[in-house]
């Protein structure tokens, strides 16, 4: 078996760790809670928890990555024998996020398809539920990102993972401040950009406090040992800290652009905000179907969601990955050839689960809401806790060794041992009911 791989620059580590943050969960999920939760409020909570709660959960799986230069379970397995099937839990929660999480990208690429084709479509919303009732389409389009991402990830840390993440990174970056630009400059822009960034405190409430905190964790990538494997490939002894704030601050600039783009060209067709899930298949296609050059501003944003998504596959990916390779000794091709087959097999029924097996239930669920359920409001908290609660209490951390600044130091220290647990329990809590 080969050596372990390294970033072969910290720039390498900091843009793929950002290509694992900035996914679906920026610019698919953020704008629709976003919508669901009161704008500018939601927003403003949400800014305040990821730049505070979330920054310990964040340095804390990067630095038991670092500090032990092992995969998920080894990782574990080397701080106490008895927590190796703690570790375990973490490979299991990639590929049950893979499993309906890929689903989405394959529904993108359907719509990149129809950019280019530009077909004329009556009602979208119509459109979109027929397109993903089908039987077979939507399962190869799942299949076929499914095979990008393994692909990639195949190639290995240096040649797959990061050149990926530094060609698709600055291209997100690129695409995303291009349909800014279109969309603040359309009539009545002003009215969604004041939704974004006028808050009405009446909308305050705790539910959609737990909303913006289980959407930051879920963004962050926190919680399946996608960052614990990416830490463990730091070789250098620098700081943590800076990189982790440089990672919070663009997945945050990332998801508020992504609101930027959307809100103002909704209001500018006096359109909901708040139409959930469908607000970027449904919603947005029937805006750009009314602009000039539309369908150009489509494809440009369909590939944009394209790139997002496979930067963070990728990531889910290579936990269970590097899991298999430094287990099994086995090489990565066959250990992605393994897991292409496994997530295949979940998310296939997963797909059919808006048509075919709709009727199939799990705790009142169909598939793609239960992996949903098991893995957001379940298993990311809990795993998360699990390492929190190893870190402050097991191996009694403290944040002296990772931040130099003492007050700041002794904030870690209380966060990691009692308001992150605290947080993360109140999430499973309100996320099980
Ligand atoms: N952070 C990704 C997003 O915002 O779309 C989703 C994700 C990736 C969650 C990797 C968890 C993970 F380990």
């Not at 990538?221 to 070789?235: E, H, N, P, R």
């Not at 947005?284 to 179907?289: A, D, M, V």
């Not at 897991?339 to 075919?356: D, E, K, Q, W």
């Amino acid at each position: 078996m080969s050596e372990r791989p390294n970033w072969t620059s910290k720039y390498a580590f900091i843009v793929t760790t950002i290509g694992s943050a900035v996914g679906l969960g920026n610019i698919w999920r953020f704008p629709y809670i976003m919508g669901q939760n009161g704008g500018a409020i939601f927003l403003a909570v949400y800014i305040i928890l990821i730049s505070t709660i979330c920054f310990i959960p964040l340095i804390n799986e990067l630095y038991i990555g670092k500090l032990t230069k092992r995969e998920c379970i080894g990782a574990y397995e080397s701080i106490n024998r008895n927590f190796k099937f703690l570790g375990v839990l973490n490979p299991i929660t990639g590929i049950l996020i893979a499993a309906f999480y890929f689903i989405v990208g394959g529904w993108i690429i359907n719509y990149i398809l129809k950019s280019i084709l530009n077909f004329n479509i009556n009602d979208y919303g119509e459109y979109f539920s027929n397109f993903i009732q089908q039987p077979v389409y939507p399962c190869i389009l799942t299949i076929l990102f499914l095979f990008i991402c393994i692909f990639v990830t195949a190639k290995g840390v240096k040649n797959g993972i990061e050149a990926t993440n530094k060609i698709l990174m600055p291209l997100l970056a690129a695409i995303l401040i291009f349909l800014v630009i279109i969309s603040i400059n359309l009539p009545n822009a002003n009215i969604g950009l004041e939704y974004m960034f006028k808050p009405d405190f009446s909308k305050l409430n705790s539910h959609m406090v737990l909303a913006a905190l289980g959407q930051a964790f879920f963004t962050l990538s926190i919680g399946m040992g996608a960052l614990l494997t990416y830490g463990s490939y730091i070789k250098e002894d620098k700081s943590l800290v800076k990189s982790v704030y440089t990672i919070i601050l663009s997945d945050t600039a990332f998801a508020i652009l992504a609101g930027i783009m959307i809100f103002p060209a909704v209001f500018s067709f006096n359109m909901e905000p708040n139409s959930g899930a469908g607000l970027v298949f449904v919603t947005l296609p029937k805006i750009f179907s009314q602009i000039p050059y539309g369908n150009i501003v489509s494809l440009a944003f369909f590939i944009l969601l394209l790139c997002a998504a496979i930067t963070s596959g990728i990531s889910i990916v290579e936990g269970p990955c590097a899991s298999m390779v430094e287990r099994f000794k086995i090489s990565r091709a066959k250990a992605c050839t393994i897991l292409f087959i496994v997530i295949s097999v979940l998310a296939i029924p997963a797909t059919l689960s808006f048509g075919y097996l709709s009727d199939f239930k799990i705790l009142g669920k169909t598939i793609f809401e239960f992996l949903d359920f098991l893995t957001s409001n379940l298993m990311l908290p809990l795993n998360t806790l699990f390492l929190c609660i190893i870190s402050g209490w097991y191996l009694k951390i403290k944040g002296i060794n990772i931040i130099k600044n003492k007050f700041f130091a002794l904030l870690f220290d209380a966060g990691l041992r009692f308001v992150v647990p605290i947080a993360l329990i109140c999430l499973m809590l309100i996320g099980l009911n």
